[in-house]
């Protein structure tokens, strides 16, 4: 295997291209991140990687999938595409890593407009990976999708078709531990991680998540900054309950404190403190009234001024971010970053604030 591994694509929120980037060239040797690489959004991918320790990537919090890269190549819409597909992956050298008793599994993704669907894709790729093995080994090889020894990778992206080996295990690295109560809303635990990463906060300070849910922006600021010291507020009760749980589960119970409370009143509920970081992910008002929504949105930037150090900062995910930005210019916060991601179909917006 070692001889066709040169490359690694990494999968991870399209947005937060440069975060996963940044991480794991903190932990290469070798080897140099490339951004959305073929064009494709989410994707980061490690050229010439020579020495590297797999255990390292796959703690990486800001990554979803780690892929050996095979290779890659431009297909078309139509059904012959997949006839392409096939000749293409069976001039691979699967034999340097499959035996004939090597049980082979084959996941697949697509996405954009074809006539064809990734199970089409997965079927004509595991085709060619047994067609090269018997025609090597004259044995074929087992196929097991549910225990397999080695998975195949193949996605299609718009125009452009991808093949490797999928090492990230048996699930997606975003599926944390912790996670026992599973909030409605609740966000992906990369796009958390992230968050508190361009919060810009640091280890031994305050941080408050004031519209907590289940916790995971405390837990992955917990993780990530071993000294720093975390308040997590819900108003519904059942959800300091559930966060409470994952807390523990991640075995972070002694920096977080939880508690039941309004963020459209800080400064009652936080009455005194002095937060360096305010980072949330407040409710997008799906199931909200707009002036219900408009009025949360303005009294927690509001109410969050008489809770910050100065220049302490809020940072949010919304998909509010007229909104947002129209109530932090009126309040005379200043915007330190602004950025778009795409998650669960929707665009949302990562905000930071800085207190005036
Ligand atoms: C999008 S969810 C947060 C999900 C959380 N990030 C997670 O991963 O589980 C928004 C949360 O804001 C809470 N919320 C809504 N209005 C609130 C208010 N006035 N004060 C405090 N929390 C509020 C909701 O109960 C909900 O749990």
Redesign the pocket.
């Known amino acids: 295997m070692r001889k066709l591994i040169k490359d690694i694509l990494i999968t991870t929120i399209p947005g937060l291209e440069d975060v996963a980037a940044e991480d794991i060239q903190g932990i290469l040797k070798y080897g140099k991140c490339l951004l959305s690489p073929y064009g494709l959004r989410g994707r980061v991918l490690i050229r010439d990687v020579k020495e590297f320790d797999l255990s390292k990537i796959l703690n990486v919090k800001s990554i979803e999938r780690v892929i050996f890269l095979l290779g890659t190549t431009r297909v078309g819409k139509d059904k012959n595409s997949l006839r392409n597909i096939y000749e293409y992956c069976k001039e691979i050298a699967f034999e340097e890593f499959v035996t004939p008793h090597t049980r082979i599994g084959v996941v697949s993704q697509r996405e954009g407009e074809h006539e064809y669907t990734s199970l089409d894709i997965a079927k004509v790729v595991g085709q060619a990976v047994i067609d090269r093995i018997i025609e090597v080994y004259g044995i074929r090889p087992p196929v097991d999708l549910e225990y397999p020894d080695i998975t195949i990778y193949a996605e299609v992206i718009g125009d452009v078709f991808i093949i490797g080996i999928d090492r990230t295990g048996p699930k997606p690295l975003h599926d944390r531990e912790y996670r026992r109560f599973l ?1 409605p ?3 992906r635990p990369t796009i ?1 991680y992230s968050l508190v990463k361009l919060s810009g906060a640091k280890n031994g300070e305050l941080i408050l ?9 405390l837990i992955e600021a917990a993780l990530q900054l071993p000294r720093a010291k975390l308040y997590g ?4 009760p059942n ?1 300091v309950k ?2 409470f749980m994952n807390v523990k589960a991640a075995g972070v119970s002694d920096r977080v404190i939880l508690k039941v ?4 009143n800080l400064d009652r509920e936080f009455h005194g403190f002095e937060f360096d970081r305010i980072i ?5 008002g799906i199931r909200m009234r707009p002036r219900g929504l408009k009025r ?1 949105y303005e009294r ?1 930037l509001q109410s969050s001024l008489n809770i910050l150090k100065d220049d302490g900062t809020l940072t949010l995910i919304t998909i509010q971010s007229k909104l947002t930005l129209r109530l932090a210019k009126k309040l005379g916060y200043e915007v330190l970053h602004k950025r778009t991601i795409y998650q669960g179909g929707l665009y949302s917006h990562i905000i930071v604030l800085r207190k005036p």
Request: hydrophobic fraction near 35%.
């Open positions: 909030h809303s609740s966000l958390a998540d004031p519209m907590c849910g289940g916790g995971t922006i507020m819900d108003i519904n959800f559930g966060a409370g309004d963020a459209r949330t992910d407040p409710p997008y949360l927690f």
